[in-house]
């Protein structure tokens, strides 16, 4: 280590209050553009995102008419803090509630497909699903900030459990139907790799690449893991893989599990993968459901400033203005509203269906984009099985079955700390194909489907423990949604994202598309509305 | 994977309300004692333990006075459970509180070590230190039952985040002195561990280990573990490490940190840990602190069952029965009570300091037992800048100073979602030679060390938010605990304590130290206690 990078070292950290380009900033004052590398490179900065609170705007917005499509919370993000800037911002939105698919089903909670299917939730109090978003990376900064601005309490969401299962179904092999509890699976792997490091270093096979003294560190690392004995080198059961009967009172002293054979460990794909930034063992959830979130920035905007139940169908611009022209699905009163500005946060699938005066080249940058099926299901259990039996608190259960990648138990209401013994499984998560197969059932089928699949993790109890209440959606079969979420090609964000985020003249496009790296995120949506809003007040600035 | 196994494995699972003990019977029945050892190695029982509730007692207590010595945990379950199988329980305890070292510092709370110092807390309301047990993991089954029956609510305590920190001071090597963020360690040697295996499996290294078929297998996992490069295998940045500079809107697509040098990975010890099943990266915690679970148990005695400030002197049994003499440590009132049998809960230290009539043999066991040292402190800042600044919630900083072995950020009060923007970092938990040191300071001076310890972590910002209150315990200067916990050596486990467990006619030992096994957890009271219990009861029914 160099001394240079560890004197760096030293203000590796961002002080209070200080965001990060200031930081750096100050580094480089210091240290000039190769210190500024260093510490940015440097060996324990980890910032937290730069995007942590809005940005600056540059001027105030002179009473500016904002037209914003959309109460998601990209809109209702763009509403709220250009609304403190002096903007006049107003939100015209189609559904009868804001938040988008920042949405939590709890009692009473009304879905409706395109093809007309209805479901109205009737769980017991206190339980809900995340049928939008359902967790939050700490990186995700711009989404904990409204939180905390709005008050909303967050708690850890679980997303890894060693207890939670791996399960295939559709290929060969010596766990083919049979769930596999991931700490097994992971720790295995794990301890087969260091056997077999071991064991070849042992032999002088890595002589040719590392140096005698790092072979020497790396084989008392191995040996010092608990995984390997230190005479043969070979796997064992250990600790960390866990129990097949726990230690107790007096002499019962437990009796470690022991390991799955290398070749079958070899044949479960999901044991060698780590979490990822993004995706992290703990992540973090709103209490009570996402879509409080959602709800505080409604709270926090002025009453009537969102205008519900109006469905956009033209968005005429000219040198003076935009017309936005809209009907009440519930009157067909048909509205018309003039702006200086108008941002459309709505989903693209749905934008697209609107006559616009757009140029054509912005229109083409828009169909470089896909729309992402997804479907979700949370079925109510009346008791927290998955916890008491098995010790599974929260975590995602992983399958190779399509139409339910991800099966997730609750990490609200733990051990039934807050409301009892009850709590909603996130019955199935299917993306892609496998979400839009699923659509194509009847509710009844879906969840059918849903219950059986958890019978497959917890025989005789998943069918039985169900109240019969379950909550479902598929996106890409909400009216006002189209998908899941939206994302850009590669060559779309290359060549038609540019032009899309410089807008249209007075016609901007915003949300979560307005955030290619975060796509079907939260902090998108949010970042992406941050974003818009800086193109729009650097415009307003210029023509001051 | 055999078809007995599998066909097991669709009843590998303990179907509600019944026992481990009663499952494995019922696949006795069915399948012979084979299949009961198949179905217990089974590929995916993983039980709860079997201790997930109090001992079934064969009879009632008749009235049966049973004296206990100690309201801890262990002492309150005995009075507790006994209690309500109709023994005449009665508490006898040293301190002013119930709870013995399962307590919690709060406002108000007093700690007064043997040499008289005296602190009393003044932490901001809801604000809490754990200087007791402070983690529960999903495995303890009998800790999480009292909470339950209790009522108290229990929250996710992360005892893993790879946003904080390890760090090594007291050797040479290219880390000395500086903080290493844990995921970097952790994924860098995942990452050079594939690099090494990968390339020598290439190189046909493995070749007279493993089959040509496991591999492959194991190559192409190595592959898609997104760590190492398809082509020359070399561990590159990845999104498992994570982010140097994170994505956001528009083009920001965020920078990968870069991997720290193999040599100097291969330096940092801990890398190679992996996380054990009775400390897994998420275990819990009883919201508002851990003595809620002690409250809750004294909540659920009788008014007078527990007689406080009683320092027992004199414990001497005859045929008839045994006789207790104490002192009222406030007005130095001498008394006297008999009882069928007395159970002495209080760690073994006190108990030594006490006159009795006890078995040289029943001594002799009980000083085979060692009593370990244990310190903590708890500092309270006035902001949550290792969340806001470092995104760390919750995790622990390993390090080689044996004064601070652990650093643990809060789990409670996430995000100030609970109340407001301040929290108690567990400054330090020293156990052995380094808890002892640390005792040998002044209050003043333990706060010192632990605000500057934390300076290496946080330069700059651990003093300057230090709101100046802290609550520091050296349990083995406690008068009435004289250690942080007992625990058995080996040989002690395997000669004396069988001694220690069926008692000395009428006076028995229990608490933690009958639970080897379980050794300084809140379980291991629970669960000694329940074993004491069941040895009391069998011998009162052989008499009837």
């Known amino acids: 280590m160099k001394e240079t990078e560890k004197s760096l070292q030293s203000i590796g950290q961002k002080p209070s209050g200080m965001t990060k380009r200031s930081f750096l900033q100050s580094v480089g004052m210091i240290g000039g553009t190769a210190a500024v590398m260093t510490a940015m490179q440097g060996w324990d900065i980890g910032f937290a995102s730069e995007a942590d609170r809005p940005p600056e705007m540059s001027n105030d917005g002179k009473g500016k008419k904002i037209i914003i499509l959309g109460a998601g919370l990209a809109g209702m993000v763009l509403a709220y803090e250009m609304g403190k800037k002096g903007y006049n911002t107003h939100i015209i939105e189609a559904n009868d509630y804001a938040g988008g698919r920042c949405v939590s089903a709890r009692k009473g909670s009304v879905i409706e497909e395109l093809d007309g299917e209805k479901q109205v939730c009737n769980f017991r109090e206190g339980n809900y699903v995340n049928y939008g978003p359902w967790r939050i990376p700490a990186e995700h900064r711009s989404t904990i900030y409204y939180a905390q601005q709005m008050g909303v309490p967050l708690e850890v969401m679980v997303n890894k459990s060693g207890k939670a299962y791996y399960y295939y179904e559709n290929k ?95 044949s479960i794909a999901q044991a060698s993968r780590h979490e990822t930034a993004d995706h992290p063992a703990v992540m973090f959830q709103a209490v009570g459901g996402m879509d409080q979130i959602a709800l505080g920035l409604k709270k926090a905007l002025k009453k009537n400033q969102i205008e519900y139940m109006s469905e956009v169908t033209d968005i005429i611009q000219d040198d003076n203005g935009v017309e936005i022209t809209y009907t009440n699905t519930k009157t067909g009163k048909v509205k018309t509203v003039k702006g200086d500005y108008v941002i459309a946060t709505m989903p693209l699938g749905v934008l697209a269906k609107i006559n616009t005066n757009l140029s054509e080249d912005f229109k083409q940058a828009l169909l470089t984009t896909r729309s992402n099926p997804a479907s979700k299901m949370g079925v109510e259990m009346n008791r927290r099985f998955w916890e008491q039996d098995d010790m599974i608190y929260g975590g995602v259960n992983h399958t190779d079955i399509p139409e339910c990648s991800q099966l997730s138990y609750p990490s609200g209401n733990l051990f039934g700390s807050a409301h009892g013994d009850t709590g909603v499984i996130l019955g199935y998560y299917a993306m892609g194909g496998g979400a839009v197969s699923v659509s194509n059932l009847s509710i009844k089928d879906r969840v059918e489907f849903a219950i059986s699949t958890g019978e497959k993790f917890h025989p005789g109890k998943y069918r039985n423990h169900f109240t019969g209440e379950a909550m479902c959606v598929s996106w890409h079969k909400m009216k006002y949604a189209l998908a899941g979420w939206e994302s850009w090609s590669r060559r779309g964000q290359e060549r038609a994202f540019p032009v899309m985020q410089k807008g249209d003249k007075r016609i901007f496009i915003s949300g979560n598309i307005a955030s290619p790296a975060l796509s079907g995120w939260m902090a998108g949506a949010i970042e992406g509305a941050w974003s818009t809003m800086e193109v729009i007040d650097k415009r307003v600035a210029q023509q001051a």
């Open 172 to 266: 060969e092999g010596p766990f083919k139907g049979v769930p596999i509890r991931q700490e097994y699976a992971d720790v295995d792997f794990a301890g087969y790799e260091a056997e077999l490091l071991a064991k070849v270093a042992d032999q002088g096979a890595l002589d040719s690449l590392i140096t005698q003294e790092d072979k020497e560190k790396l084989l008392e690392h191995l040996k010092r893991s608990g995984l390997i004995d230190n005479k043969e080198l070979n796997y064992r059961a250990n600790r960390a893989r866990g129990y097949i009967s726990y230690p107790g009172a007096a002499t019962n002293f437990g009796k470690l599990s022991d390991p799955y054979e290398m070749a079958d460990v070899f």
